[in-house]
């Protein structure tokens, strides 16, 4: 795990919960990648808790595209808390639509 990101992941019931912090960029998104996508044959719904994501760039943001496409009519990718810069992001690239923010 890479000092830049730090993520937590945890199950119940088939529905999955990270907690993750730091930055979301092109050096950390694989990292991201990695720890969800075997999760998503099984799982309903993802749930990031965002509000220690301190920066987001294009690769960071493709990762959460991939993640939210790959749960397909199974479940949805929820971004919890997110930061302004990150919900703004969201907006500007019209990929909110992909995952719900709360």
């Known amino acids: 795990m890479s000092e830049l990101l730090t993520i937590e992941i945890g199950e119940?019931?088939?529905?999955?919960t990270a907690a993750i912090r730091g930055e979301l960029d092109g050096?950390?998104?694989?990292?991201l990648w990695d720890r969800l996508e075997p999760n998503l044959g099984a799982t309903r719904d993802i749930e990031l808790d965002c509000n220690d994501l301190g920066f987001v760039d294009s690769e960071g943001l493709a990762v959460l595209i991939r993640v939210a496409q790959g749960?397909?009519?199974?479940?949805r990718l929820v971004l919890r808390s997110p930061r302004a810069h990150v919900?703004?992001?969201?907006?500007?690239?019209?990929?909110?639509t992909l995952m719900d923010v709360a």
């Open 12 to 16: 119940s019931n088939g529905h999955v």
């Open 71 to 75: 749960l397909g009519d199974r479940g």
């Open 87 to 96: 919900t703004r992001l969201l907006e500007i690239t019209g990929v909110g």
């Open 27 to 31: 050096y950390t998104a694989p990292m």
